[in-house]
């Protein structure tokens, strides 16, 4: 079921809902991994339970403006694609789409949660396909057109 979310806790809640029912595959857009709603151990945890259950169908892409941030600050999740470098990957965003600010997460082709700017009002919807399936295509356009980022190909050094 749809629903309105307005603020930070919300918006990590929703994230943490989201990340814990997937089974298969996670995109996440956001221009620079927000730490409010990306760095936490149930996040990483989450994650990681996807990738040991599903095996090789795991596939968690991240779709990033700027990731010096994360790198440099310790990011979780930075940490993690340094130890499930066969299951993520990280990609910058290219220049024709680095201006805009959503956010989105999308599981499984099912269930999603889209920021459309800065902020932390959006919606969210854990059993929506055609949403979800609309997102996907859009993220799937933009992951075609990113490049592997500098900033994280160390980590896999």
Known sequence: MRRRITSAGESGDAVTELLAAARGTVDIL???LDPVLFDHDEVVAS????V???GRRARVRLLLCDSTAAVRGGHRLMGLARQLTTAMEIRR???EDAGDEATWVIVDA???AQ???AGYEGVVDPDSRALAMRTARLFSERWERAEPDPETRRLTL
């Open 30 to 32: 956001s221009p620079g």
């Open 47 to 50: 994650l990681r339970t996807l």
């Open 110 to 112: 099912r269930g999603v």
């Open 52 to 54: 040991v259950n599903a």
């Open 115 to 117: 920021w459309p700017g």
């Open 93 to 95: 965003l290219a220049d």
